[in-house]
């Protein structure tokens, strides 16, 4: 091999490595970090009340918050937008999506903290940890 090849390899690796690096870094934060607010939960429960209770208990998130665990937290919000309610999808405003995510992580134990969770600011940086 060429020594400039060698060296194109040796950059691409350490390129490769830094992008590894900073995209786990990336995802430090957690449902744990206080990532939604309380006025989101009172908002999220007015809306659960009235959309989500009547086929889903708080245990069906418990489980659901487990098998989603360590994934990002902008997947779960994206999956519930497209396919909930279930007799209509996506006819909940974004606020509203937002909000009943912050009750349901509220309810599971999650904290609320002094930051709006934003599905167009950093929830695709949010992990989410099984109760």
């Known amino acids: 091999m060429t020594k400039l090849v060698k060296t194109g390899l040796v950059h691409v690796f350490v390129l490769c490595g830094l992008l590894a690096g900073q995209s786990a ?3 430090d934060k957690t449902v ?6 309380a006025t989101q939960v009172s908002s999220g429960a007015a809306v659960y009340e009235s959309s989500c209770k009547n ?4 245990r069906f998130y418990r489980d659901t918050l487990k098998s989603w665990d360590k994934q990002p937290l902008i997947y779960l919000w994206e999956t ?3 396919t909930m309610p279930a007799d209509n999808p996506g006819s909940l405003g974004l606020d509203e999506y937002t909000n009943v995510l912050a009750y349901i992580l509220s309810e599971n134990g999650f904290p609320a903290g002094e930051h709006t969770l934003d599905p ?4 695709d940086q949010i992990s989410i940890l099984a109760p």
């Open 55 to 58: 086929c889903h208990n708080m």
């Open 32 to 37: 744990k970090d206080g990532v939604f607010t």
């Open 25 to 27: 870094l990336a995802q």
């Open 120 to 123: 167009d600011n950093g929830m």
């Open 80 to 82: 519930v937008m497209g």
